[in-house]
């Protein structure tokens, strides 16, 4: 079956510019994240779905960054006023309830200038 | 703050040679560890996991070795091959939450 997707693969954005970045989890699975990995990095955790409510938050790193889930499906990751600190690749992943396996897609690399 | 360290940071080993990586964590709370495989370009994949309850898990030629008063963690893989050559991750997660706390990953490449 279709893995986890996320669109775009690559995105190229200015210092200061808003962005988002999609995720498709796995049809069915209800608990999706969203980690973020810098060059020669482990990904670093931000936020997780359970359904449609964040479970938790901690992760983001600021108020400039934002996710939503509105159907229980599809995510948005949202990055206000970009800083060239925020180039790192946006990891999303998702899991079945209950399971501990979180599947993760390829991944957007956004390159802020 | 949660850590996990992951030891070396990169690791070469010849053909059929055995490939050992190391994690140890602090906070007792953790109660399941994973490795994942990362291939340039592509998403981290889970490879094998293993909870505290045992000191072992072997999966074909990957073998975890988890130490719970060391509080270490450990990937051995056997008969290593060039398609093994990838990034490899170890995790771990507490009790009371799904997210994942990452080692800083381990490069390793397996010459013919």
């Known amino acids: 079956g279709a893995g986890v997707s996320q669109t775009p693969s690559n995105k190229v954005t200015e210092k200061g510019k808003y962005v988002e970045l999609r995720c498709d989890p796995i049809?069915?699975?209800?608990?999706l994240y969203w980690y973020r990995q810098s060059l020669g990095q482990g990904p670093e955790f931000l936020i997780y779905?359970?359904?449609?409510?964040?479970?938790?938050d901690s992760g983001l790193p600021n108020d400039r960054f934002f996710a939503v889930r509105p159907e229980g499906s599809v995510s948005t990751l949202k990055i206000q006023r970009t800083e060239r600190g925020d180039s790192a690749v946006y990891l999303c992943?998702?899991?079945?309830?209950?399971?501990?396996?979180?599947?993760f897609g390829p991944g957007t690399r956004l390159l802020v200038l | 703050q949660q850590q996990v360290k992951q030891s070396p940071q990169s690791l070469i080993v010849q053909k059929g040679g055995i490939s050992i990586i190391n994690c140890a964590y602090e906070?007792?709370?953790?109660?399941?560890f994973p490795w994942y495989q990362q291939f340039p370009g592509k998403g981290p994949a889970l490879l094998i996991a293993i909870r505290p309850d045992v000191s072992e898990k072997k999966e074909g030629r990957f073998t975890i070795s988890f130490n719970k008063s060391a509080k270490q963690f450990s990937l051995h893989i056997m008969d290593s091959q060039p398609g093994d050559s990838a990034t490899y991750f170890c995790?771990?997660?507490?009790?009371?939450?799904?997210?994942?706390?990452f080692g800083t990953g381990t490069r390793l490449q397996v010459f013919p």
């Open positions: 779905f359970q359904g449609t409510g964040a479970a938790d």
């Open positions: 049809s069915g699975h209800t608990a």
């Open positions: 992943a998702s899991s079945r309830g209950g399971s501990e396996t979180q599947y």
């Open positions: 906070n007792t709370a953790f109660d399941y």
């Open positions: 995790a771990a997660r507490g009790y009371n939450t799904d997210k994942l706390i």
